[in-house]
């Protein structure tokens, strides 16, 4: 079924929340934990996945087309945030405010690795949609939850390897490796687990919404979000 509205409320909240969990992962990853007692992890992981299954529902329900306008939309607030949040850093703190170094260490994001972040998300959440949506066409629809955990994987991968090596150069191979893998592995069991959630929610909003997109005979360049070929 397709329609030909372009947006839905459904549609706008989604892209909203999507947009939020990008930037707030941003500024959780400035907390490391650890787990297990050795395995140290940015505080993103536990938001930072929730972006990729809300970007699994953009695509089920409204196409490879949407999701990217969706993507760019989150890339240019998180751009916007990241330049805004640069300015207030530069502001001179008040005499009397003792939270400058704090506020600095939330904001103060080195333009390379403001550059990875940004160039990560966008391949990434691409990669991911795009492997999406081929497989449900290549398979009429069905297997959702394998196609799902696929293209995150894939997704993850391609962030990973974009982010880690350009935001901690000079870090030796084998600890990169290590973290790309922790950092991968769970959050794709991040989505593992919270899979029934997100086929139940896909499937109400194709309900809802009376869409269930199949891109078919589509270009698949991730520039063109506005044209239906």
Excluded at 28 to 43: E, S
Excluded at 60 to 70: D, I, N
Excluded at 174 to 195: D, P, T, W
Excluded at 206 to 224: C, L, Q, R, T, V
């Amino acid at each position: 079924m397709h329609s030909n509205k372009a947006f839905s409320a459904t549609f706008l909240v989604m892209a909203v929340l999507f947009t939020v969990c990008l930037i707030t992962s941003n500024l959780f990853a400035t907390k490391i934990f650890t787990v297990a007692g050795n395995i140290a992890l940015p505080g993103a992981v536990i938001i930072f996945p929730i972006s990729y299954i809300l970007n699994d529902c953009f695509t089920e329900v409204w196409g490879f087309r949407k999701a990217c306008l969706v993507i760019w939309l989150a890339f240019a607030m998180n751009f916007l945030v990241v330049v805004l949040g640069q300015i207030v850093v530069w502001l001179p703190s008040a005499p009397f405010w003792d939270g400058g170094p704090h506020f600095d260490y939330m904001f103060k994001m080195a333009p390379r690795v403001a550059f990875a972040s940004m160039l990560a998300f966008l391949a990434g959440s691409t990669l991911n949609s795009l492997v999406l949506s081929k497989m449900k066409v290549a398979s009429e629809g069905r297997n959702f939850g394998w196609r799902a955990i696929v293209s995150s994987v894939l997704g993850e991968l391609m962030d990973s390897m974009i982010f880690m090596p350009l935001a901690f150069i000079g870090t030796p191979v084998a600890v990169l490796g290590k973290m790309m893998l922790f950092q991968v592995s769970f959050k794709v069991l991040y989505e593992i687990v919270i899979l029934p959630v997100t086929s139940a929610v896909c499937k109400k909003v194709k309900a809802s919404e009376g869409i269930d997109a199949y891109d078919k005979g589509i270009s698949y360049n991730p520039f063109k979000i506005t044209s239906n070929q």
